[in-house]
């Protein structure tokens, strides 16, 4: 079975604060991808990154950065100095190798604070 | 490059009607899934078509029916309308080659049945 938890539905941080968002998977393939997808306000899933099970390197990509960690079955998320326009609605979502389905989390509404 | 482009973006039917959606992809991209975003379920997989035929399909009763034309435009029906297919109905796209490429999503089709 093929399973995304995101426990956090709602967090609210105040402007440059750090947060990380949560995310733990379950699958039984030993090939899969990784995702996380950002959702404005206009409804429009936007990409973030994606990693695959072979590759757990942590990435850095400017305020974003996310933490792999096949052992517990983690992909987390951790905004740097937070700012407004961080505030959205953030999605980790599972794709197996043997098909082309994703499987979403339930997402985490972030609320940055001016 | 154009996005995907969804019509209609917002529309209300009653109980027992019947709606279609319609979904560009981005130009190139021969695959189109269909996911229901509802706050109570988050993003649950309907069908996903390659090429003109359905590949993967999710749990949703045969209400729910979709195709793909030649230019790889894929349409979604849902008939015999219920309260509960309120939704806002997201269409994504993906590269052909990419079996685990990111979907680029649209912003949506957002359903209302009274």
């Known amino acids: 079975a093929q399973k995304v938890t995101q426990a956090q539905t709602e967090i609210s941080v105040v402007e440059k604060e750090d947060v990380t968002l949560d995310c733990v998977y379950e699958?039984?393939?030993?090939?899969?991808?990784l995702f996380w997808y950002k959702q404005p306000p206009s409804g429009e899933l936007v990409f973030l990154i994606r990693r695959n099970s072979f590759d757990e390197q942590n990435e850095i990509s400017g305020r974003y950065s996310w933490n792999f960690q096949k052992s517990t079955s983690s992909f987390n998320f951790t905004i740097t100095a937070s700012q407004v326009v961080d505030s959205a609605v953030y999605f980790c979502?599972?794709?197996?190798?043997?098909?082309?389905?994703?499987?979403f989390g339930t997402g985490t509404s972030l609320t940055v604070i001016p | 490059k154009a996005g995907v482009t969804q019509t209609p973006r917002y529309l209300i039917k009653t109980r027992g009607q019947q709606v279609t959606l319609s979904c560009s992809p981005i130009?190139?991209?021969?695959?189109v899934s269909w996911y229901q975003q509802t706050p109570g379920q988050g993003l649950q997989f309907l069908f996903e078509?390659?090429?003109?035929?359905?590949?993967n399909k999710g749990n949703f009763p045969g209400r729910f029916s979709g195709r793909q034309f030649s230019n790889s435009r894929s349409e979604m029906n849902v008939s015999t309308l219920e309260l509960g297919d309120s939704a806002l109905y997201l269409c994504a796209s993906k590269s052909q080659g990419a079996v685990t490429g990111e979907l680029f999503f649209g912003e949506g089709s957002r359903l209302t049945v009274l």
């Open positions: 078509y390659f090429s003109e035929t359905q590949r």
């Open positions: 130009s190139g991209h021969r695959s």
């Open positions: 699958t039984r393939d030993t090939t899969y991808y």
């Open positions: 979502a599972l794709s197996p190798n043997t098909g082309n389905q994703f499987y």
